[in-house]
T-cell receptor, first 111, second 113 residues
Framework: DAKTTQPNSMESNEEEPVHLPCNHSTISGTDYIHWYRQLPSQGPEYVIHGLTSNVNNRMASLAIAEDRKSSTLILHRATLRDAAVYYCILLPTDSWGKLQFGAGTQVVVTP | EAGVAQSPRYKIIEKRQSVAFWCNPISGHATLYWYQQILGQGPKLLIQFQNNGVVDDSQLPKDRFSAERLKGVDSTLKIQPAKLEDSAVYLC???????????FGPGTRLLVL
């Protein structure tokens, strides 16, 4: 299964953008890139996903490199509520949908 | 729309005892997942149901863990007997079908003494 690499932690000031990198050099052509986040004492929640093109939704933007070997989750204006562990996960379209979580990136937001 | 419900939220047992967790997925969701999350790690899939059939239980320790989803709606995960290393948060998730967005419940925090 394709693996992802993320920094252990990142710190940001409130109301500033946060760029969370994810490396996935062994990604295959049928792997979607999914991002979930987990707030303290809660279950993970879906953030965004994409295949080749950049994606935007109300929570974040996803920028995917042209060779698809890396991607960046962008939180445009961090709030205290965005403090969470962010997971970058590859999901093959020929799978049953099992999410393989790594350790993720702990995002700390400072007032 | 109601989210994924789980109970109990917390459970403390002694090793070698039995414990059961219950999950009620979002109405209409055909796919149900059980994940185990050990402190400091990401969740790990234990078992996945499509309606009431198992499609992936490759990481379920079948000598002590069992799960069922008899009517294709709610599900129960059981541990018998529990070991110290089973201390973790047990998360239930559901999705409309496989490969769609998964919605997670709040989890059950288990402590085995």
């Amino acid at each position: 299964d394709a693996k992802t690499t993320q920094p252990n932690s990142m710190e940001s000031n409130e109301e500033e953008p946060v760029h969370l990198p994810c490396n996935h050099s062994t990604i295959s052509g049928t792997d979607y890139i999914h991002w979930y986040r987990q707030l303290p004492s809660q279950g993970p929640e879906y953030v965004i996903h994409g295949l080749t093109s950049n994606v935007n939704n109300r929570m974040a933007s996803l920028a995917i490199a042209e060779d698809r070997k890396s991607s960046t989750l962008i939180l445009h204006r961090a709030t205290l509520r965005d403090a969470a562990v962010y997971y970058c996960i590859l999901l093959p379209t020929d799978s049953w949908g099992k999410l393989q979580f790594g350790a993720g990136t702990q995002v700390v937001v400072t007032p | 729309e109601a989210g994924v419900a789980q109970s109990p939220r917390y459970k403390i047992i002694e090793k070698r005892q039995s414990v059961a967790f219950w999950c009620n997925p979002i109405s209409g969701h055909a796919t149900l997942y059980w994940y185990q999350q050990i402190l400091g790690q990401g969740p790990k899939l234990l078992i996945q149901f499509q309606n009431n059939g198992v499609v992936d239980d490759s990481q379920l320790p079948k000598d002590r863990f069992s799960a069922e989803r008899l009517k294709g709606v709610d599900s129960t995960l059981k541990i018998q007997p529990a070991k110290l290393e089973d201390s973790a948060v047990y998360l239930c998730a559901s999705s409309t079908r496989h490969l769609t967005t998964q919605y997670f419940g709040p989890g059950t925090r288990l402590l085995v003494l």
